[in-house]
T-cell receptor, first 115, second 114 residues
């Protein structure tokens, strides 16, 4: 069955430090992969997505993610974190055509930023 | 354009009450869906629609009804609210249900059922 795992429920980094959020997926073929960010009390905003081609994907707000087929991973990175990056981050795979276009989300990683 | 809008932002219900969560999009998207978000479980699909007049169930449809009379609107109805339906509800839309189309999410409705 398809699934997405975000191993880290909560991460704290210092402002200016680098960030890597992990995402592993289980899928029968090369998936479409997404990272969304949810600020407190807000909806989900798409950071970036991978469909095919270059395995290093650039997104908004200085984020990037790398697709590694051999590791079934799609980790999100940012070289220097800003306090405004504090939010919850969701990795997702899909959409699943035989399940109504559903996106499968990971459990989310909450990011805290220390001053 | 406003994107995906949802009303209300917050709602408190008593067990057994009914209500409708509103969702609208102004991007002429064919595909719309409803998710619920619960702590530690990510988002789970409740119902979806691939166009006006066409709806279908997602993975957690029990206790919810939907209809799609126009392209723009996709309301979610709770028939008889239960405490297990306490959650944050998100509406999403995309041009189609195809993989190349980004799903855009509304700001959410936080529902508490007492």
């Amino acid at each position: 069955a398809q699934s997405v795992t975000q191993p880290d429920i909560h991460i704290t980094v210092s402002e200016g430090a680098s960030l890597e959020l992990r995402c592993n997926y289980s899928y029968g073929a090369t998936p479409y992969l997404f990272w969304y960010v949810q600020s407190p009390g807000q909806g989900l905003q798409l950071l970036l997505k991978y469909f095919s081609g270059d395995t290093l994907v650039q997104g908004i707000k200085g984020f990037e993610a790398e697709f590694k087929r051999s590791q079934s991973s799609f980790n999100l990175r940012k070289p220097s974190v800003h306090w405004s990056d504090a939010a919850e981050y969701f990795c997702a795979v899909g959409p699943l055509y035989n399940q109504g276009g559903k996106l499968i989300f990971g459990q989310g990683t909450e990011l805290s930023v220390k001053p | 354009n406003a994107g995906v809008t949802q009303t209300p932002k917050f709602q408190v219900l008593k067990t057994g009450q009914s209500m409708t969560l509103q969702c609208a999009q102004d991007m002429n998207h064919e595909y719309m869906s409803w998710y619920r978000q619960d702590p530690g479980m990510g988002l789970r699909l409740i119902h979806y629609s691939v166009g006006a007049g066409i709806t279908d169930q997602g993975e957690v449809p029990n206790g919810y009804n939907v209809s799609r009379s126009t392209t723009e609107d996709f309301p979610l109805r709770l028939l008889s609210a239960a405490p297990s339906q306490t959650s944050v509800y998100f509406c999403a839309s995309s041009l189609t249900s195809g993989g190349a189309d980004t799903q855009y999410f509304g700001p959410g409705t936080r529902l508490t059922v007492l």
